[in-house]
């Protein structure tokens, strides 16, 4: 009987790049989760702490924006610390808006009432409510569909036209009034012609840029968030509707208010128009090559903390290890950096600032 023995080395079959690719990911994933495996408890007073601290200031700020514009505030009056209050009330609110994203990937439980203070605090005021994040955004964080038609926040900006960039970034502007549409008008309306509620829930019930996304019926937790906020958030975008059509709410303040959320939404679209690379065609993707369409923006430059908070300035490292707190995000970076070469794949995702990602983009459309 003829003997059976191992393939000499030399003469086995090479690993097909498929294998090895699922091997790279797989090494990468372990040593980010065995490095990190201490630091995924969120911590109660830094998530309280830091969003009631932005809050706070972010309304306060707005409030003075106001009355400075309108010489109600004595001591700092005119346009000069009218502009200045409101770009501090646009970094902090922005700040505070942006725990949203928190609230989609950690245990409700994890921090108690912290989903009910962010709805109250800011998620209805402004029209967020978390349900318009919430089921969609981890159907970006799918290996199968992240880059492709079914997630709703990927567009292949690298392979569009030039100008698409300044068109994509301009139209948050425009934001607040499609959300005071949405809810102070065709909430109630959707109410009483059912055939709209379908249009308003696949529609217009989600923050995404893919613009042939359209939303499933919402899963039973989903659902139940829905009912929970939607009508709290339209009965306040009905409120703001009338109090400013009957002059119960001032013009100028309504005015001004809308002013800041734009600014807030045009920044947000700022940051996720560098979040990215946008570089894939549709097609499925493995985990390091999502990974390496994804972008960290580290210290050294301290700018990055205010146009991505909350750990967002890490967005490449956040895909990798989504359901860490933002607030162990920077000591997560920083083991990986000390533990892995500089020619590892890891350092290929971290790029010093906006500028240079602006410009890679635009170069990438230009190439298109």
Known sequence: MESMTAPDAATAPAATPEVAQKGEDMAMIRTAAELTRDLNTPSKLIYWGDFLASAATGYAALYAAWAAHTGAL?????????????????????????????LTHMRLSAVPGFWTGWHMIVGIPLLVPSFMYEGLHNTHHMKKKYGTSEDPEYLPLAHMKPWTLPAFVLIAILGPIGLLIRYGVLAPLSLVIPPLRRIVWQRYSGLVINPDFRRRDPEPAIRRHVMLTEPFAALWGMTLIAGVATG????????????????????????????????????????????????????????????????????????LLPGLPYHALGEAHRRLVAALGDQSTYHRTNYPGLPTLVAKLASSTMRG
């Open 248 to 319: 119960f709410i001032p013009l100028s303040l309504f005015l001004t208010a809308l002013a800041v959320v734009s600014a807030v939404m045009l920044l947000n679209q700022i940051r996720t128009l560098v979040a990215h690379l946008w570089a894939n065609d549709g097609a499925e993707m493995s985990v390091t090559a999502q990974y390496l369409d994804s972008v960290n923006v580290p210290p050294p430059s301290p700018l990055p903390a205010l146009w991505a908070p909350v750990g967002l300035r890490y967005h490449a490292l956040h895909h």
């Open 74 to 102: 004595a001591w700092a009056s005119g346009w000069g610390w009218a502009l200045l209050f409101g770009v501090v009330s646009v970094l902090t609110l922005y700040r505070a808006v942006l725990f949203i994203h928190e």
